[in-house]
Structures are given as structure tokens and as C-alpha cells.
């Protein structure tokens, strides 16, 4: 048999244990209207399924969700939350139904697409008998460095990752263009600094004027 | 049966949470619970992603033991030289080129790759989406998009409604 | 501003945020050999400087570091990353290929480590400094929040 599943109760009870929370993460964030509350629950979404990467061997992914997830994407919500508003309107009945049947045709779809797929930690599946497995075989010898993530992340796929900068950059420039870059707090910061400058020397505008004259 | 189950239960998990996202973003009206059910729905992606990856008995793809013997120094002491290790050598493991034999078992690391950068890229987006709504927010004074197509609707009634009349009055 | 309630707030956050940073660091230089690489030490940095502008303001924040500079440094990520393209291209090799900064043959490590090195600073710069950016914009629209806010 070969699923982790059956591999190993405990990573099983912790497997189960982590999707019931992201259920009831997910379930709640679809029947609140509180902002406030959706953007938390949204965190707290991140950081479970960071601890379920973790699980299933992948802790470059759990790292990465944990800071990102739970830490950046939290605070963009909230500033772009205090921005706008702190509660959602209720959906209507009839704004209900329909997107729940189209939700369930599709999923229905997608599970009936999964009976074909590879079972789960299948070592043979065509995801993990192909170009993964050679990353693996081939890393040493190539670059020597032990956490293969690294070397494919760089070195093997080093384009893929200059675009992903790339696009993150276009991304900071775009929001920056959108919403400026926070004129709002710089002039609150220099104005700060006009009056302590001014507190501690008084004269220090005059002086340069002074000097001036005679030239 | 109950084997084929088990091992798929993971993937309609995934689904179901999936599923959610998707119906967030479609059922509700406030742009920033949508943008909040889109951020789901991506994360949820990469636990797809990464659940095809797992491999079972495996570990996190990094190397360990035999399979990353320290070729620059000297070779390792006597004690450290395990079977495993010797298996390795004898059966040429550095010798017959790149492709080494691994002793131990690891996940398959490039899904994990692909999300790593993903979630990173994901969040940037997600940024510019909100940075959108905060724009629509000052213009039209709501996030709810059905009063925003209404808003839409009238200024484009009153839009007709003075090309009309500046047209009636050219006619005239 | 008022300051008086949130003192324990302030003392524990200035104890965190250099270990925060210093976190960062390690996760970015010891990415080779564990989890981690430029783009986690790139939000964590983000987020340390994040926690600094919650806890004490973003003015206070914008004047330790300023917008000028997390513009700058996406942007010289950005740079640093294509730079080790055309320095390989420079040694006669193809774009990003390590294996040619040091004209080393196939098994040899030594371009590949300090490829991977400066491509993950690169990284670190562009990340950093375009989440920085981000929260700025974000963050610096809004006048100032106060405890009624929530």
C-alpha cells in the first residue's frame, strides 16, 4: 500500500486534523461579513496550511507560507481593509444559489478527474518519476549543495526565478503608482522634523539669508 | 476499495477547500472578501501542487548521509563509512558520471519550487488587486460591486441623456 | 499620539525586531544547507521593519527607512540578479549559467556556490524592498489609526 496515509497513523491524525481546521477556516470565512474577522481567519488559514507543508515534506513551501502568508499578505489586508470598510454586506438568497451550483459542478468534475490521477505518495507517478527525480540524482554531483530546492530554484530553473523577481518588482512599482508612496506619512514625518529643527535652532533658517545679502 | 480511498482522499480534500475559495469570490459582493477568497483558492493550488509531490517514506529533498558524501575534503573516517555509503561507491556512484543512486527516499522537490515562488508572486498580485479596490473605494465611495454597476448605470443613463439633448439642440 | 497603554508592546517589539533581522539573515545564508532562501529572508526582513512602523509608527518608520531606499533597493535586486546573467555571459558562457563565472569544469562547485550566493541576494534586495514598497503605500494613505479603528 501506498499511501502516507496508511504509512503512519500519526502523520495521518495530524494530516486530518490540519484539513478539518482549514474546513472550518474556509467555511467561516465564507458566512462572515465582519472584515476584521476575514482577513484573522485568512492568516490563520496561511499559517495551517504552512504547518500542513510541513507534514507532507515541504518546508521551503511551509517557510515561505508562514512569513508570506501569515505575515505580509495579513498586513496588506488590513491596510487596504482600514482603507475602505470594516463589514461586508450580506449576500442575497437568490446571489447564493447559483454560484454554490456551479461550485459544486465543478468540484463534482474535479473529483471525478481525480479517480484517474496517481495515488497519493505514489513514488512511480509521472510527477515524481520525471525531471523531479533526476533533480534529485543529479544535484551533487552538479552543484553540492545539499537542499535541492535551493540549486533548482537557482541554478536549474534561474530564469523562472528572475522572472518571479521580475514580476514582484512590476508589482511593488504598480501598487506604488496606484496609491503613491505614502505621501500621507512622509509629509506627517517631515513636518515632525520642521518643528523639532526649529526647536532647536531658531535662528538656523536666518543665517543663510544673511550671508547672502553682502554678496 | 477502501485503499483506493484513502489514497485520494487528500486530493478531495484539497477540492472541497478549493471549492470554498472559488464560491467566496463568486458569491460575495465586497471586492476585498473576493480578493480574500482568491488569495484561498491560490493557496489551496499549492497544496495541490505540493500534494502530487509527496513521495511515501520519503523526507524534505534535502540530502543527507550517503547521498552527500563530502568529496572536497579527505575521505570520511572509518567509522563514518556506513554500508550504505560503501554500496554507493562500489556501484560507482561518483564514477559513472551525474546521475547518482540515492540511498535515502525524498519528496519530489520541483512542485515545491514552483509554489515557493508562486505564494511569493501570489501575494504581489494580490497586493495590486487590493491597491485596485482602494482606488475604486475613493472614486465611487463603496466596495460592494453590485452598488458600483449601479452607480456605473446611472452615470452612463446620464451620460445618453445629455448627448440627446446636446444633440436635440444642435438640431434645432 | 498617545503611548501610555501600549509600553509592554513597545519594549517586547524592540527586543524582537534586530532578532527578527538577524533571523533573516540566517535563513538567507543558510539556505544552501536548510528551508530557506532569498525569498523568505526577503518578507522577513519586510516584516521586521512591518512590526517597527505597527508598533511605532509608520512615520517613525519612514524615517529609519525610507520609501527612496525600498524603491531603490527593489530595484537593485532586480538588477543584481540580471548582472550575474551578463557576468557569465562576460566569461563566455550562457546567460545565468554558473558553471562559466570561473571557466570550471562539470563537478567543480565553486561558480555554482557563488552564483546561487549572489542570485539569492538579489533575490533578497528585490523582495524586500518591493514588499516594503507595498506596505508603505498601503500603510502611508491612512492618516493615523487609532485603538477605535479596530
Known amino acids: 500500500m501506498h499511501g502516507t496515509l496508511a504509512g503512519d497513523i500519526g502523520i495521518a491524525l495530524v494530516n486530518v486534523f490540519f484539513l478539518a481546521v482549514l474546513f472550518a477556516a474556509a467555511i467561516a470565512i465564507a458566512r462572515m461579513r465582519s472584515l476584521f474577522a476575514i482577513v484573522m481567519l485568512a492568516g490563520i488559514y496561511s499559517l495551517v496550511s504552512a504547518a500542513w507543508y510541513v507534514a507532507v515534506d515541504a518546508v521551503d513551501v511551509a517557510f515561505t507560507e508562514a512569513a508570506v502568508g501569515a505575515g505580509m499578505s495579513t498586513a496588506v489586508l488590513l491596510g487596504a481593509m482600514l482603507l475602505t470598510s470594516r463589514t461586508a454586506k450580506p449576500e442575497k438568497l437568490f446571489s447564493r444559489v447559483g454560484p454554490m451550483l456551479v461550485c459544486v459542478m465543478t468540484g463534482a468534475a474535479l473529483i471525478y478527474a481525480t479517480v484517474d490521477l496517481p495515488g497519493l505518495g505514489d513514488p512511480n507517478s509521472p510527477v515524481n518519476s520525471g525531471v523531479g527525480y533526476t533533480y534529485l540524482q543529479i544535484n551533487w554531483h552538479d552543484t553540492g549543495i545539499p537542499n535541492v530546492v535551493t540549486p533548482v530554484l537557482g541554478s536549474y530553473r534561474g530564469f523562472d526565478t528572475l522572472g518571479e523577481t521580475t514580476v514582484v518588482f512590476a508589482a511593488g512599482l504598480a501598487v506604488a503608482l496606484l496609491l503613491g508612496f505614502g505621501e500621507r506619512s512622509l509629509a506627517e514625518m517631515i513636518r515632525k522634523e520642521d518643528r523639532t529643527s526649529l526647536r532647536q535652532k531658531p535662528k538656523a533658517p536666518e543665517a543663510p539669508a544673511t550671508d547672502e545679502d553682502p554678496a | ?172 | 499620539m498617545k503611548s501610555d497603554h501600549h509600553v509592554i508592546l513597545r519594549v517586547v517589539a524592540k527586543g524582537l525586531i534586530p532578532i527578527i533581522a538577524l533571523f533573516a539573515f540566517y535563513v538567507q545564508f543558510h539556505g544552501d544547507f536548510g528551508p530557506g532562501g532569498g525569498f523568505q529572508a526577503g518578507v522577513i526582513i519586510a516584516v521586521a521593519v512591518i512590526l517597527y512602523a505597527l508598533v511605532f509608527g509608520v512615520p517613525a518608520a519612514m524615517r529609519a527607512v525610507p520609501p527612496v531606499f525600498t524603491r531603490s533597493l527593489a530595484a537593485i535586486g532586480v538588477m543584481i540578479y540580471a548582472g550575474v546573467g551578463f557576468w557569465a555571459l562576460l566569461q563566455g558562457g550562457n546567460y545565468l549559467e554558473y558553471q562559466a563565472l570561473f571557466h570550471e569544469a562539470p563537478g567543480e562547485h565553486h561558480g555554482q556556490h557563488i552564483g546561487i550566493l549572489v542570485i539569492e541576494l538579489g533575490v533578497l534586495c528585490g523582495v524586500s524592498g518591493a514588499m516594503l514598497t507595498i506596505f508603505y503605500a498601503f500603510a502611508g494613505r491612512v492618516a493615523e489609526i487609532r485603538d477605535e479603528d479596530w
Open chain 2, 1 to 172: 476499495m477502501l485503499e483506493f480511498l484513502l489514497e485520494r482522499a487528500n486530493y478531495w480534500a484539497v477540492i472541497g477547500l478549493m471549492m470554498i475559495g472559488l464560491y467566496i469570490t463568486f458569491a460575495s459582493q465586497n471586492l476585498i472578501k473576493r480578493m480574500v477568497g482568491l488569495s484561498l483558492f491560490q493557496t489551496t493550488i499549492c497544496l495541490f501542487y505540493v500534494t502530487l509531490g509527496v513521495v511515501s517514506g520519503g523526507t524534505a529533498p534535502i540530502l543527507f548521509g550517503a547521498d552527500a558524501p563530502d568529496h572536497h575534503e579527505a575521505p570520511p573516517s572509518p567509522e563514518e563509512v556506513h554500508g550504505a555509503l560503501d554500496a554507493v561507491l562500489a556501484a560507482g556512484g561518483e564514477a559513472h558520471g551525474r546521475y547518482a543512486d540515492l540511498v535515502n527516499t525524498y519528496s519530489n522537490p520541483l512542485p515545491h519550487v514552483l509554489m515557493l515562488t508562486a505564494i511569493v508572486v501570489g501575494v504581489a498580485t494580490l497586493s495590486v488587486g487590493l491597491a485596485l479596490v482602494v482606488r475604486i473605494r475613493e472614486a465611487y465611495g463603496t466596495i460592494e460591486s453590485d452598488e458600483i454597476r449601479e452607480i456605473d448605470l446611472k452615470t452612463a443613463l446620464a451620460q445618453h441623456a445629455e448627448a440627446e439633448k446636446a444633440a436635440n439642440e444642435a438640431a434645432a
